[in-house]
T-cell receptor
């Protein structure tokens, strides 16, 4: 079974702290994604990466950065956490097979509260 | 207007009822996903469709590419089916490399015993 693992289920951080959310996948997928999920807004893409050291901004990248030093790990960084970044964060990975994008696999989510 | 619209937003039904959740989209797609999210947050992929119909147990997903519409059906619904069901589409040829998913708002389904 493909596994996408996020380092924490729940986090509480203070305003201004630097926050790292880690995501690891074990199936050698090229593509990894970070989303945030908020009531009434659904899932919104923050950043994605289609290869090691490659990253692309999603729809709401402001206040975030990412790091992909190894294929299996994709980190989301909140440079200076703010209360409006309180949210559920979801990591996902997917891959190409024969030129066709296949299933997306999601982590269990990290519920971040910034106080 | 959102590129992916789901209906209804909330659905409550009795155990055993036949459930239908609808998804309409306005962009060209290469695939459509149905996802399930239980309380606690984790998301599970139920189906990925590019045409026709797929069935897995009591779940059936259909897609009509011409009408840009997909439905998720649950037969003989059970309280353990209570979850948020999310439709997501993979746009065609948006960007070299990863193709992003665009998500609907989700449908909160509650099945009462």
């Amino acid at each position: 079974d493909v596994k996408v693992t996020q380092s924490s289920r729940y986090l509480v951080k203070r305003t201004g702290e630097k926050v790292f959310l880690e995501c690891v996948q074990d199936m050698d997928h090229e593509n990894m994604f970070w989303y945030r999920q908020d009531p009434g807004l659904g899932l919104r893409l923050i950043y994605f990466s289609y290869d090691v050291k490659m990253k692309e901004k999603g729809d709401i990248p402001e206040g975030y950065s990412v790091s992909r030093e190894k294929k299996e790990r994709f980190s989301l960084i909140l440079e200076s956490a703010s209360t409006n970044q309180t949210s559920m964060y979801l990591c996902a990975s997917s891959f190409l097979a024969g030129g066709v994008w296949l299933e997306a696999f999601f982590g269990q989510g990290t519920r971040l509260t910034v106080v | 207007k959102n590129e992916v619209e789901q209906s209804p937003q909330n659905l409550t039904a009795q155990e055993g009822e036949f459930i239908t959740i609808n998804c309409s989209y306005s962009v060209g797609i290469s695939a459509l996903h149905w996802l399930q999210q239980h309380p606690g947050g984790g998301i599970v992929s139920l189906f990925m469709l590019s045409s026709g119909k797929k069935k897995h147990g009591r779940l059936i997903a259909t897609i009509n590419i011409q009408e840009k519409h997909s439905s998720l059906h649950i037969t003989a619904s059970h309280p353990r089916d209570s979850a948020v069901y999310i439709c997501a589409v993979r746009r065609k040829n948006i960007i070299q490399g990863a193709q992003k998913l665009v998500f609907g708002q989700g449908t909160r389904l509650t099945i009462n015993p």
